[in-house]
């Protein structure tokens, strides 16, 4: 069984993928100059800008993104698992390379760490298997 909780977990990963895929694809120049917004800059400080590069962070995104959606439609709980399991290996990685590569100003340092590790969570919240209540009165794993 598909959880209301499992369902908001998936849209806001929908919404993380949409945001850093769509900026990606559609204005690499601008993403690679000033993402996250906000007057940070996470992705120039990391070296020359790469339009190929960037274009496939923005295609991994999207792709995690339709995922995530195909998972809140589906009536049972695996496919929210299966695209949590995706979101945390891109999540472990991400963030592990990302700690030992801290660039910019300490508001940019501290948002880094932060911003990937919450994606990084709510990859880790999706993988725990439903728990429902049976007809019986007994919890069963779905």
Same mark, same amino acid.
């Given at each position: ?9 998936? +849209?806001?990963?929908?919404?993380? !993928?949409?945001?850093? %895929?769509?900026?990606?694809?559609? @204005?690499?120049? +601008?993403?690679?100059?000033s993402f996250p917004g906000f007057g ?5 400080? +990391? ?10 962070? %923005?295609?991994?995104?999207?792709? =995690?993104?339709?995922?995530?959606? +195909? @998972? ?5 709980a695996a496919p929210g698992r299966v695209? %949590?399991?995706?979101?945390? $290996?891109?999540?472990?990685? /991400?963030?592990?390379? /990302?700690? =030992? ?9 501290? !948002?880094?760490? $932060?911003? #990937?590790?919450?994606?990084?969570? #709510?990859? =880790?919240?999706? =993988? ?15």
């Amino acid at each position: 069984m598909n959880t209301s909780f499992r369902r908001i977990v998936l +849209a806001v990963t929908v919404a993380l !993928g949409l945001f850093v %895929g769509l900026w990606a694809e559609i @204005a690499p120049r +601008a993403f690679y100059d000033s993402f996250p917004g906000f007057g940070l800059h996470w992705v120039d400080a +990391a070296g020359a800008y790469d339009e190929h590069l960037i274009r496939d962070v %923005g295609s991994l995104y999207l792709a =995690l993104a339709a995922a995530s959606l +195909a @998972a809140i439609v589906a009536r049972t709980a695996a496919p929210g698992r299966v695209v %949590g399991l995706a979101w945390s $290996v891109f999540g472990v990685l /991400h963030f592990g390379y /990302h700690v =030992l590569h801290l660039q910019g100003s300490a508001l940019d340092r501290i !948002g880094n760490v $932060v911003s #990937l590790g919450l994606s990084l969570v #709510l990859g =880790l919240l999706l =993988l725990p298997p439903s728990r429902r209540r049976g007809r019986i009165g007994s919890w069963t794993r779905a």
